[in-house]
């Protein structure tokens, strides 16, 4: 299964706009009940999309992940957009 998460950043001073689409490529195990059930009353993941988490005990689910920034599954592709607000000048902790 492939996820996309898209980004998109506004400069209003350059009048700019960057775009970036980060693709997850995710193969889950062979469904196993009692591993489900384990996995939902531990992490209770009723608020993701998909109601898993990568993040948490949800890596009992999947065979693979391939990506080139997880966090982008978590929900936002934080190693681009560091990137790309560095290269923008801000000051980042």
């Known amino acids: 299964m492939t996820f996309l998460t898209a980004i998109c950043i506004l400069d209003p001073v350059g009048r700019s706009r960057y775009e970036h689409i980060d693709r997850t490529v995710v193969r889950f195990r062979k469904f196993d009940r009692r591993l489900a059930d384990g996995y939902l ?4 993941p009723y608020d993701c999309a998909g109601s898993f988490k990568l993040e948490g005990a949800g890596f009992v689910l999947f065979e693979s992940v391939r990506t080139d920034d997880p966090t982008a599954l978590i929900g936002l592709p934080m190693i681009w957009l560091a990137d790309r607000l560095l290269q923008l000048g801000y ?3």
């Open 41 to 44: 009353r531990h992490d209770q």
């Open 91 to 93: 000051l980042l902790p």
